[in-house]
């Protein structure tokens, strides 16, 4: 094999792997952000259920123990937000902010008390397809759990565009004086979407800990939250564009950490802050291509 | 359906003050002897008060800076990025501009006030043209801010320090020259007030002053409370929340500059300058109820949670469970009960 499909590879399997617990979480996101709720909260899903995976799989022994407790702890987080933002309508930047600060606080703080040991869920490879050139090895070596996205982004992208729940859903993020009006429960609709956000944020944390680095560092997500946010604006809130971003993000993370070692000269800074660069060039730039719900981060309090 | 809201709070601030006592606890540690450190390190001898001071000031500016824009209606959560450009703005004229003695200073806090103040002004401007949510944007910004900042004290021909010899050079600027430096005001034993806090103290009664008592101050609270209303009564409220947003960027930036210029940093421009003083002066804004008087208090208070925190690390205590305070008492502060009465930023 040549050096520079060697190269390659690494940087595709690599950039694969870091776009992974994003384009997980950005299912999440999208969903949410659809219903017309942006919350900045995915980090503190993704870091709790990472931390969350972490100690559990240290209890039970079983990493996939603790996926699926990293789910249900990001779920918790989802419903907390929506509880507090879409029951109790306190704005829901602050809530995201918030609980961002509460889970890093906590979980830097149990990491450091407690220890946590590593656990890694298994590689599967497909045999056969792993022996393709340059594309064998980054898409048919992986840790199982990435394979559930091959099923997760179907289905969220039946829920909101086929579904009946999702017509509702997007009718509360469209217009949700109509919606109401309409018998849709908005805010309902609302949390339920951050419940399933949640979720889905939460197996993308719980991926990167146990699936990936099969150990928990205190603030180990490092800001992957607010890159799906990004993912999602960049890809105009349309599903398919959101995970292009998602891998797009990925191979620049990717790039930056390869490039060095491969002896090319890279302006980390410039790849760094490439996603919030080309998020907010998007916003700018595409707004008639774009699906930006009508009444994204808006609040809905029904008038008495 | 806000009946649940006082109970909600009474939990949250329960949890606030029990959860990190029954954690310690858990964990082997002792809830008295930590609340005896955090008290210890933040108020118990003068060396102490004088680094809760040292906090206090720039979390002020930072707050005082949130309550303009939030009583504008515009809520601006990019405070930590306009506290790195400002703290980048003041470092460079600080470092590049020949300008004797304290007329430095001066000249430091105003050009980080009008760098962070036109940085978080494109936010407000990408709102105007293309509908750009301010919010988020202004979240965006702050990733942005922090890899400018990286890249300028890692550039040579920008702000990266200049070491003679063989050493590799540092990821940080050159020490600000003394003129630029915020001095001690006074001379009481152990105790340090430093010029900072005065700074931060008068720009809150002013921006007090100005929101109750101008015109400047009724238009923006109107423009707040009822832009429908604002805009029939001919107050161009995009560039009246576009001001705000770029006085609350001013202030935010000034942070930086009091940052960089105070013992609380080695007056080198470095990556971390900021130490998440951004972040924790919003929530002193929102503990304020966006009233830049009552943020006076609130700072104090936050800055004592800060310097405390620190001084409980050193006794072997992880100091993050002050972060889990913070954000648990800022939590009761925002939610129902409390903000039935004067909705301004929901």
Not at chain 1, 268 to 289: D, E, V
Not at chain 2, 89 to 102: E, K, S, T
Not at chain 2, 231 to 239: E, Y
Not at chain 2, 250 to 256: D, F, V
Request: net charge positive.
């Amino acid at each position: 094999m040549n050096t520079v499909a060697g190269d390659l590879e690494t940087i595709l399997s690599s950039g694969i792997r870091l776009a992974a617990p994003l384009a997980f979480a950005a299912c999440g996101e999208y969903v949410a952000e659809r219903a017309g709720t942006l919350n900045v909260s995915v980090e503190a899903m993704m870091l709790g259920a990472a931390f969350c995976s972490i100690a559990v799989a240290g209890l039970t022994g079983s990493a996939t123990a603790g996926l699926l407790v990293g789910v249900l702890l990001g779920a918790l987080v989802g419903s907390a937000h929506g509880a507090l933002s879409h029951r109790w309508h306190v704005n829901s930047f602050v809530v995201g902010l918030l609980l961002n600060a509460l889970v890093l606080g906590l979980t830097s703080y149990l990491a450091t008390v407690g220890n946590p040991s590593r656990h890694q869920v298994e590689l599967v490879s497909v045999p056969g397809l792993r022996d393709l050139p340059v594309l064998g090895a980054p898409l048919f070596v992986e840790r199982w759990p990435v394979y559930l996205l091959l099923a997760l982004v179907p289905l969220a992208w039946w829920l909101v565009e086929r579904s009946r729940w999702g017509l509702e859903l997007r009718a509360a993020g469209e217009n949700p004086e109509a919606a109401h009006m309409t018998g849709i429960r908005v805010n309902l609709r609302r949390r339920q979407a951050l419940l399933w956000c949640g979720a889905l944020a939460g197996l993308g944390g719980a991926y990167l800990a146990v699936g990936e680095v099969g150990s928990f560092n205190q603030n180990m997500t490092a800001g992957r939250g607010y890159l799906v946010i990004a993912a999602v604006i960049f890809g105009g809130w349309r599903l398919g564009r959101t995970l292009a971003g998602c891998a797009v993000f990925g191979l620049a993370d990717a790039l930056r950490l390869a490039l060095p070692a491969l002896g090319h000269t890279v302006n980390s800074q410039l790849l760094i802050s490439a996603p919030y660069l080309l998020a907010l060039l998007a916003m700018l730039l595409f707004t008639t291509r774009q699906r930006r719900p009508g009444a994204l981060a808006q609040p809905f309090r029904r008038t008495p | 359906m806000t009946r649940a809201g006082p109970w909600v709070s009474a939990a949250i601030v329960t949890a606030a003050l029990v959860l990190p006592g029954l954690l310690i606890a858990v964990t082997g540690g002792s809830p008295s002897a930590a609340l005896r450190a955090l008290i210890q390190g933040s108020l118990g001898d003068a060396t102490a008060v004088s680094q809760t001071l040292l906090y206090a000031a720039p979390l002020l500016l930072v707050a005082v800076g949130a309550c303009c824009s939030a009583r504008s209606g515009v809520f601006n959560i990019g405070q930590e990025g306009q506290v790195l450009i400002g703290a980048l703005a003041g470092a460079a004229a600080g470092l590049r501009l020949a300008v004797p003695g304290p007329a430095l200073l001066l000249v430091v806090l105003l050009a980080a006030a009008l760098a962070a103040g036109a940085w978080a002004w494109l936010s407000a401007l990408m709102n105007r043209l293309r509908g750009v949510d301010i919010a988020v944007s202004t979240l965006l910004m702050t990733f942005l801010a922090q890899q400018v900042v990286a890249f300028a004290v890692t550039t040579p021909w920008l702000l990266q320090e200049s070491r003679l010899g063989e050493a590799a050079a540092l990821p940080q600027s050159n020490k600000l020259p003394s003129g630029a430096l915020l001095g001690s005001l006074g001379d009481h034993p152990g105790l340090q007030l430093n010029l900072g806090l005065a700074v931060g103290v008068v720009v809150a009664m002013l921006v007090a002053v100005a929101l109750d008592r101008t015109r400047w101050g009724f238009r923006l609270t109107v423009a707040g409370l009822n832009p429908a209303a604002a805009r029939h009564a001919g107050i161009p409220v995009a560039a009246v929340g576009g001001i705000a947003l770029a006085v609350s960027g001013a202030l935010a930036g000034m942070a930086g500059a009091v940052l960089l210029a105070s013992p609380l940093s080695t007056n080198r421009l470095q990556p971390d300058i900021s130490i998440d003083i951004g972040w924790d002066g919003l929530l002193v804004a929102l503990v304020a109820r966006n009233r830049p008087l009552l943020t006076i208090p609130v700072a104090g208070l936050f800055a004592v949670l800060r310097a405390g925190g620190n001084f409980l690390a050193a006794t072997g205590v992880p100091p993050y469970l002050v972060d889990v305070v913070k954000a648990l008492l800022t939590l009761a502060f925002v939610a129902p009960a409390v903000m039935r009465r004067r909705s301004v930023v929901a």
